[in-house]
């Protein structure tokens, strides 16, 4: 791609961001979510394969529908209440714009489009899509997070973590790993959202730096498949040694960082007197463990056989892996350090 399209795309990409998290109008939100959506269109499209169009197709319609339906409820409550303003909404106009909202998310049952979209890009746009296109949406959010029906948010939480333990356990490529992978976490962050919105703000920040770490290894690994990630050990030792602790993080194992989220939700929770449902989520989170494990496996106890020096790349320096590394300390000792 022309290199000043690219940053044409990238910078549009963080002025609908900015316009999304400055707004206190509702128009101005949906603005800047649109721009969001548009700009990374292209970026999805950068290599002409028919999987990437489909994706990018798929990925405009769930995104338009969302978009269609929170212009829509703002539209009603502007007309029950005569203002505009994101924090002034009256019940029914805010469970349709939390479940838009949460589309545009990818949250359970509404997920399909994000596991087959994710599939369908390169690994840097898969990343963009599962960081960056999440903190917009994921801001209306924690802003409305007062106004949320719980019981939505709690059944919307509940299903994502067992969709995306669930779902996460029959792939076998690493893209869609990541998709159920970001699906979970996101119902861990909605299952607290009305609890305690800043303990949701600290889940979603440590998921984001875990979800970049892991997606920086896969792409200076460039694996997509499983299959690959078996023979990375014979080539870069250290990057998978880093690459499979990261995925111990994100299944929230101590002393990893991932630990973290998943102790101070479940004592919110507990201390909210909602023991059955701690214990719940704990529970069907075991699903996703499940696969961090397999994979962690499938690193580190399957080696291939006869394989030769030549494919050894990890001697040879590489521009993509010092921000790997930095990114992979992040996503291990935030948890010893704090």
């Known amino acids: 791609m022309n290199p000043l399209a690219l940053t044409i795309f990238l910078l549009s990409l963080a002025i609908g961001t900015t316009i999304t998290l400055s707004s206190f109008h509702w128009l101005l939100a949906w603005i800047g979510l649109e721009i969001n959506t548009l700009a990374i269109i292209p970026l999805m499209t950068k290599t002409p394969h028919p999987r990437a169009i489909e994706a990018a197709t798929k990925y405009f319609l769930t995104q338009a529908a969302a978009s269609a339906l929170i212009l829509f409820s703002s539209l009603i409550n502007a007309w029950q209440t005569g203002e505009w303003n994101i924090n002034s909404l009256t019940d029914l106009p805010m469970n349709a714009l939390s479940i838009a909202i949460m589309m545009k998310l990818g949250l359970a049952p509404l997920h399909f489009w994000m596991p087959e979209v994710l599939q369908g890009i390169s690994l840097p746009t898969g990343l963009i899509l599962s960081t960056w296109q999440k903190i917009a949406p994921m801001t209306l959010l924690l802003q409305t997070s007062h106004l949320l029906n ?54 979603f920040m440590l998921y984001i730096i875990m979800t970049t770490a892991m997606f920086m290894a896969l792409i200076a690994m460039s694996t997509t498949k499983m299959s690959q990630i078996s023979t990375s050990w014979s080539k870069t030792p250290a990057l998978s040694a880093s690459t499979m602790l990261v995925m111990l993080s994100l299944a929230g194992l101590p002393p990893l960082t991932g630990f973290a989220p998943k102790l101070l939700i479940t004592l919110e929770l507990v201390k909210q007197n909602a023991t ?33 020096n030549s494919l050894l790349i990890w001697r040879t320096p590489s521009k993509s892996l010092p921000p790997t590394a930095i990114m992979n300390i992040l996503a291990l000792t935030l948890l010893p350090l704090a």
Do not use: C, D, E
């Open 150 to 203: 719980l019981n939505l948010t709690i059944a919307l939480g509940l299903t994502s973590i067992l969709i995306g333990g669930w779902g996460g356990i029959s792939q076998t490529q690493i893209r869609k790993v990541m998709a159920f992978s970001s699906i979970g976490h996101l119902g861990w962050i909605v299952v607290i959202l009305k609890f305690n919105p800043l303990l949701s703000l600290f889940n």
């Open 276 to 308: 059955l449902l701690a214990s719940m989520v704990m529970l069907i989170s075991l699903l996703a463990l499940f696969f961090y494990l397999r994979l962690t496996y499938i690193i580190t106890l399957t080696l291939p056989p006869n394989t030769p």
